[in-house]
């Protein structure tokens, strides 16, 4: 998400409650209006910033995130007001599925959660906080039932890929990969409920809901792809499978974590520094999530 700051109104202390999502989905469609987004968790040093509606459209993937491309929004200082700018998602490049590879769009407003959890409207125009929105964060909608059928994954096609992987490493082709198996299931119920029960449930570092006729996207991520801030770019990638009953320590005991957290960090290394001046990389260290960062020789433009 890119973002420019704006006029600011406070609108008092709450937490994000598992209704501010469907309230705004809610107020959406009562007024025929596009759906709301709603990042929530790290975003912005803040710890939710919604969209009350906007409009996202499928986009070509290499113009979705193109810098001062596809959005409006100049990327500035990773804390304090949004005030609004362009919002999206990219998918995974394999093709599958039946969701456009990359959505995106443009709002003048926001509702931003700081950090001490007081709600702030901010909008790029100045515009005062229009009626019912607060009171769609603060009272939100009613819990609707879903319901989510698990399909079984297909156990021999997974298998046939790990094997395929472990030839080629044999053969030199590859040194390392990540053989990942797709789970799919039915959802019977609005997908913005099944949000709202996964970020207060899970309460993930970074969460994110965007929708349209297209669709719907419900993310629950503990770690951070790709960041950019004026000209610094940030990484922060996580590796390793622990149950929440387990200690943390429990990862840096495993092999098999610490080689895919190993893994992981020198990709990105990698990746940051085909375009960087410098890298900021501490040594590699063993355990769930990295932080990579490294200034990028392009000025941003507006």
């Not at 469609?29 to 987004?37: C, E, H, K, S, T």
């Not at 113009?63 to 804390?79: I, N, W």
């Not at 789970?183 to 409920?193: I, K, M, R, S, T």
Request: with cysteine.
């Amino acid at each position: 998400m890119g973002r420019c700051a704006g006029a600011s109104t406070a609108l008092g202390r709450r937490g994000v409650g598992r209704c501010c999502a469907a309230g705004l989905h809610e107020r959406a469609q009562r007024l025929g209006w596009p759906p709301p987004a709603a990042p929530t968790g790290e975003w912005f040093g803040s710890a939710a910033v919604l969209v009350p509606s906007v409009a996202l459209r499928p986009r070509a993937v290499n113009v979705a995130f193109a810098a001062g491309g596809a959005g409006k929004a100049t990327l500035t200082a990773h804390s304090g007001p949004v005030g609004g700018g362009w919002i999206g998602y990219r998918g995974y490049p394999d093709g599958y599925g039946a969701l456009p590879e990359a959505a995106g769009g443009w709002t003048d407003c926001v509702l931003r959660l700081d950090l001490d959890n007081c709600w702030w409207f901010e909008s790029l125009s100045g515009a005062p906080c229009p009626p019912g929105l607060t009171a769609a964060v603060a009272v939100g909608a009613a819990e609707s039932s879903w319901h989510l059928d698990w399909l079984t994954p297909d156990a021999a096609a997974h298998q046939h890929r790990v094997r395929q992987c472990l030839a080629a490493i044999a053969d030199g082709e590859v040194y390392q990969a990540c053989v990942c198996t797709r789970f799919a299931g039915n959802l019977d119920g609005e997908a913005v409920q099944l949000f709202a029960s996964g970020i207060e449930a899970d309460e993930p570092a970074r969460a994110a809901y965007l929708a349209g006729p297209w669709g719907a996207v419900a993310s629950f991520s503990p770690d951070l792809y790709l960041a950019r801030h004026a000209r610094m770019v940030r990484s922060s990638p996580i590796k390793g499978t622990l149950p929440r009953t387990r200690h943390p320590a429990a990862l840096r005991a495993s092999v098999k974590d610490v080689a895919e957290n190993v893994m992981i960090v020198d990709l990105v290394r990698n990746d940051l520094g085909r375009f960087s001046r410098e890298r900021q990389a501490p040594p590699r260290r063993a355990h769930a999530g990295s932080r990579r960062a490294a200034p990028s020789p392009a000025r941003t433009r507006p």
